[in-house]
């Protein structure tokens, strides 16, 4: 069935150090990778998204490309700072095509000051 | 605006239970999306609305899970009887998401913490 792994699940980097996060999925036909953040005891939110039909995707200190060969996309997180600490999630969204999302087991980033 | 609102925030009770979750989504939200979160795990999805109609609810265990979403708006999530793997946060999204197009991200609300003991 439909599937995306995650790792690291854990990742602990020196403030300002960069950060990268790297899911898998097994729907080729998966066309929408979203990644969420998730602070301790707070709902995730959506950082930043990336459609098939691109490869890279930057907003500000975060990046997300995609390799739609290999299946698989990554998070990348430059200058990290103590706020960025949290639990990231990936998602794809199947064939299915209807708004579903199937979440990665989820990495939990800590930046060390 | 006004985010997705869920209560209860905390839920303790004892197998073999019965315990219901309430959902209102942004408004005019059209799909709502109720996703289980155990401790450690990426959020699985349960069951996805689009108004008062389910379109995925292959993931939820029927025989003691149960969802409605009346009027194409607020929804419960209801679980009778509860087993201790139950134990986990609920959690509810909405989206603009429209047919034939991934258009929206899901808001996710805070979300129900359960205990099963």
């Known amino acids: 069935g439909e599937n995306v792994e995650q790792h690291p699940s854990t990742l602990s980097v020196q403030e300002g150090d960069s950060a990268v996060i790297k899911c898998t999925y097994s729907?080729?036909?998966?066309?929408?990778f979203p990644w969420y953040k998730q602070e301790l005891g707070k709902r995730p939110q959506l950082i930043i998204d990336?459609?098939?039909?691109?490869g890279e995707k930057k907003d500000q200190r975060i990046a997300v490309t995609l390799n739609k060969t290999a299946k698989h996309f990554s998070l990348h997180i430059t200058e990290t700072q103590p706020e960025d600490s949290a639990v990231y999630f990936c998602?794809?969204?199947?064939?299915?095509?209807?708004?579903?999302?199937?979440f990665g087991q989820g990495t939990t980033l800590q930046v060390k000051p | 605006e006004a985010g997705v609102a869920q209560s209860p925030r905390y839920k303790i009770i004892e197998k073999r239970q019965s315990v219901a979750f309430w959902c209102n989504p942004i408004?005019?939200?059209?799909?709502l999306y109720w996703y289980q979160q155990i401790l450690g795990q990426g959020p699985k999805l349960l069951i996805q609305?689009?108004?008062?109609?389910?379109?995925?609810d292959s993931q939820l265990p029927k025989d003691r899970f149960s969802a409605e979403r009346l009027k194409g708006v607020d929804s419960t999530l209801k679980i009778q009887p509860a087993k201790l793997e139950d134990s986990a946060v609920y959690l509810c999204?909405?989206?603009?998401?429209?047919?034939?197009?991934?258009?929206?991200?899901?808001?996710f609300g805070e979300g129900s913490r359960l205990t099963v003991l």
């Open positions: 999204a909405s989206s603009l998401y429209q047919l034939a197009t991934f258009t929206g991200e899901l808001f």
């Open positions: 408004s005019g939200h059209a799909t």
């Open positions: 609305f689009q108004n008062n109609g389910v379109v995925d």
């Open positions: 990336i459609r098939s039909n691109v």
């Open positions: 998602a794809a969204s199947p064939s299915s095509n209807t708004g579903k999302l199937i």
């Open positions: 729907d080729s036909a998966s066309n929408y």
